[in-house]
């Protein structure tokens, strides 16, 4: 009766080795693979965009942050458009 309840630990124990390979082996792969795919699917959307001429700026500004770079303390409220002055007003 121990020799197979050993038997059975001994098998849990390589079951959980398998689970937790089969976890942490596509996080290892995903780490190791998906920068420069990723980075050479951001070139192509930017070539098919016309670089930072359309949207007023890159994909990758929007990837840093949410304010994508700009200085919102010194922002001139002045030369922005109507309907922002408008929304601001409110």
Known sequence: MTRKIKGHLAFQRLVSIFYLILIVAPIILSIIFLPP?????????QELLGGDQAGGGSI???LNGATGGLDLKNMDINKLPA????LLKK
Not at 37 to 45: A, E, F, M, P, S
């Open 60 to 62: 990758q500004s929007l």
């Open 37 to 45: 795919l990723v980075k050479d699917y951001l070139g192509q959307y």
């Open 83 to 86: 309907e922002v002055k408008a």
